[in-house]
């Protein structure tokens, strides 16, 4: 096909997709494109990641989700590269029937945004759906070949053991598959065992990937459960080479992007490199992220990092993300190394590096030595250097406070591998380093020590977590440590011994900065705590699982800024399966407090009912879900009527209903199709009124054409109303993506208009064309048209070259 041709169908197929296509994203927002995430299993690790129009002006990105029935949401930080981002989720917290999330969006100057914009109160959060886990999938162990392992076709051989099956199974009507055949009659049953040889295999085992099935059947000769896994069959050769080769692969990629956003250019330049490679039972992974972005007086844009892994040793240097206990250590980016060592009866993980990047402030104006403000921003300076309006040294200074670099060092030997037993221990120690700016205030020390356990029974169907800790923040350490001639007034004053002030001085001494500005101050009311405990059982198709949490309201650990402390409470979950797991009933329960220290004037408590059902059926038939939650928030002042010096009294109730259902089928063509609806409603009692009310609607259909063509329909409603303003709008597109010369040049193109209270107008067009099988080049354009009359432009220049 020549380009003339080429260019004739590239008209006619945005002609197709104007007419039969729409595409959209689901929310509107200045920065934020669109937000994708795959449906998750429960238990596995989530991966957020989302494509921005402009990241002119961020700062930082931050996801925050939340379980479904907890009503505080945790926070993680977006790596960026780009107009790309991606965030984790652990497996810790993905539990059925679904994630709540949302991002925030920091900027350089201004306050921060939220997408969905005008979260919570003009918008629902996105949500991530999370299916069960099938206890069933435990009654069948595959034992060889191992799941997505590589086999010598003349080392194969299957076995799969029955041990752990229901007594509802008849064992011998199990049936075997590999890919679509049948090999049962070929196997050999021996009670538990089952073992098949390649060698009885009625053909050959062509190389390459293959799919292992087991299907299980009960008495009554019904299909009871199935389990499946993938491997790959290598030839002799290639399996003795595999041995000793290093295989690897690496993807380079350059983007050069302009953005005229509100009248203002700014050019974009970066390049990422990510590369992996195997040895054996080795493997690494490196990445390295360089961006013109990056700024001495912003916290690092560029990113490197590289893992080094086995069985037993974990290596990752540079940027990366160590995971602890989530009170202690959690979501938090650490720039230097992270290691660990898994030998199961004993392992040890050490972590140490940077999380804040010092950045100088600005001296502003050296003031007179006499002068008498007493600012906050006003600090002393080094009169050999500054003088002021005067030309006489001055001591003292207006300045713009800069950040101090702030060092990390954790550790956690733990006992145990976790599955039926683990206790840990954790040391985390984090200083401002106050030598790395001249113009700061107050640099800060915090170290936290923790323990955790882990006690399961019955193939974990009983279980019992717990951890806890213990915090000490000094709020000042420029001052140093307390002098003894400071102890014994202090000593005097209060009538302590000044002997016990010093033994504790230098025995704290040792591990942090002891000083006036030490906390806690009163340790007898614990407030630098954070304890936490939950016992689950799961049996009979019922998991139940009952909580305890306690946070003071001093607790802090520089690992974990986003924890909701100054809060006690406890939580209940209760998730039925039904209809052989495909019919879900879940509710939780949570009742929590602040003011546990007694120090407010008012206790406000917070009980938070969430109930939900989710069925899902066959491949070929729709699954939905439908829940309802309420969250009350209520305190003790007392309420006087239609007063405004009642400014004290709380007493809110907000509910919301949701619900999805997702239907993939084939109607002349393959579709796949979802309806989400939410609506939330705020009733506040107080006389503030400052109710609210949303309704959020996203319908999506995509169709395949054939293998060439797809497109995408999409709409978007969102009607909200806070302390009666409203606010509405509806989001239209028209999009889709067709490929061409062979596959060889690919175009997606959509058009997304906005109605309503919001009116835009937003084209997006990327097209991408592969010179060669591994390098591509790829155009990416965004335009976007206001009410107002002025528009915004995005364009940028991708090449990505791929060798192996």
């Not at 016992?535 to 909701?564: D, H, I, P, W």
Request: hydrophobic share 35%; no cysteine; aromatic share 12%.
């Amino acid at each position: 096909m020549n380009l003339i041709t080429a260019t004739k169908k590239i008209f006619s197929v945005l002609i197709i997709f104007f007419f039969f296509t729409v595409q959209i994203n689901a929310q509107i927002s200045s920065y934020v494109s669109s937000v994708t995430a795959n449906d998750v299993q429960e238990g596995q690790e989530a991966e957020i990641n989302i494509n921005f129009f402009q990241t002119q002006g961020l700062s930082r990105v931050l996801l925050a989700y939340r379980v479904f029935g907890e009503s505080e949401y945790k926070e993680t930080e977006v790596l960026v590269s780009g107009v790309n981002g991606r965030a984790i989720i652990s497996g810790d917290f993905t539990s059925p029937p679904f994630i709540e999330y949302y991002l925030i969006l920091d900027k350089t100057t201004g306050p921060s945004e939220t997408y969905p914009m005008g979260f919570p109160y003009e918008s629902s959060p996105l949500q991530l759906k999370v299916r069960s886990a099938s206890p069933k999938d435990a009654e069948v162990i595959i034992m060889s070949p191992e799941k997505n392992t590589q086999v010598a076709a003349n080392e194969f051989f299957v076995s799969i053991s029955l041990l752990r099956a229901s007594d509802e199974i008849d064992k011998s009507a199990t049936k075997i598959f590999i890919d679509n055949t049948e090999i049962t009659s070929l196997a050999l049953f021996a009670d538990d065992l089952i073992i098949f040889s390649g060698e009885n295999f009625p053909q050959t085992l062509s190389l390459g990937g293959h799919l292992l099935r087991v299907e299980l059947y009960d008495k009554s000769n019904q299909l009871y459960h199935s389990v499946s896994s993938r491997f790959t069959i290598l030839s002799t050769e290639q399996a003795l080479a595999a041995q000793d080769r290093i295989n690897y692969r690496a993807n380079v990629t350059g983007e050069s992007r302009n953005e005229n956003v509100q009248k203002k250019s700014n050019w974009y330049n970066n390049i990422t490199l990510d590369a992996y490679a195997d040895y054996k039972s080795w493997e690494a992974k490196a990445n390295i992220y360089v961006t013109s972005e990056e700024k001495s007086y912003l916290q690092p844009f560029n990113r490197y990092s590289l893992s080094v892994r086995n069985s037993w040793l974990n290596l990752d240097f540079g940027d990366n993300f160590p995971q602890y206990p989530s009170n202690i250590l959690s979501g938090k980016r650490v720039r230097g190394f992270n290691g660990a060592i898994n030998l199961g009866y004993i392992n040890l993980q050490v972590t140490l590096g940077e999380i804040n990047r010092g950045i100088e402030g600005e001296l502003v104006q050296p003031l007179r030595n006499d002068d008498p403000r007493t600012d906050f921003n006003i600090i002393p300076i080094d009169s050999t250097k500054y003088t002021d309006d005067l030309g006489r040294p001055s001591k003292k200074g207006i300045v713009n406070i800069g950040t101090y670099t702030r060092d990390i060092f954790a550790i956690r030997p733990s006992f145990g591998k976790g599955e039926n037993f683990q206790l840990g221990f954790t040391y985390l120690h984090s200083k401002d380093d106050p030598k790395s700016i001249e113009f700061g205030i107050k640099p800060q020390e915090n170290l936290v020590l923790g323990s955790d356990m882990v006690i399961a029974f019955d193939d974990q169907r009983v279980m019992f977590t717990a951890q806890g800790a213990f915090s000490l923040l000094n709020k000042d350490i420029a001052t140093g440590e307390l002098k003894d001639e400071l102890i014994d007034s202090l000593a005097k004053a209060i009538g302590v011994s000044a002997s016990t002030f010093r033994t504790i001085r230098d025995g704290l001494g040792s591990f942090i900065t002891v000083n006036q500005f030490l906390t806690p101050l009163n340790p007898q009311e614990l407030p630098t705590v954070a304890a936490e405990a939950a016992v689950s059982f799961n049996y009979f198709g019922n998991f139940f699982k009952a909580g305890y949490q306690y946070r003071g309201n001093e607790y802090t650990s520089f690992g974990q800024n986003f924890l909701r402390t100054d809060i006690a409470g406890i939580s209940l979950t209760d998730r039925l399966r039904l209809l052989q797991n495909k019919l879900f009933l879940s509710v939780t329960y949570e009742n929590l407090s602040d003011n546990i220290q007694d120090i407010k004037t008012t206790t406000t408590n917070f009980q938070n009912i969430s109930t939900s059902v989710s069925y899902y059926p066959r491949v070929d038939l729709p699954s939905f879900t439908l829940s309802y939650a309420t969250y009350q928030t209520k305190n003790d002042a007392p309420e006087i009527v239609n007063s405004i010096l009642n400014i004290a009294y709380v007493n809110s109730v907000t509910s919301r209903t949701g619900f999805q259902v997702a239907y993939d089928f084939f109607y002349k063509f393959r579709h796949q199709a979802s309806f989400n609806v939410s609506y939330t409603s705020g009733d506040d009692k107080t006389f503030r009124d400052y109710d609210i009310t949303n309704l959020s609607l996203f319908l999506v259909n995509t169709t395949t054409w054939n293998d060439r063509l797809s497109s995408n329909l999409n709409i978007s409603i969102n009607q909200s109303e806070v302390a009666k303003n409203s606010f509405n709008y509806t989001t239209l597109g028209l999009g889709g993506k067709y490929s061409l010369i062979k596959d060889k040049w690919n175009i997606n193109a959509s058009l997304n208009p906005s109605f309503g209270d919001l009116k835009r107008n937003l084209f997006e067009l990327a097209s991408q064309y592969f010179v060669m099988k591994n390098l591509n080049l790829q155009l990416n354009v965004r335009f976007i048209n206001y009410s107002g009359g002025f528009n915004d432009t995005i364009f940028g220049l991708t090449t990505n070259y791929s060798f192996y």
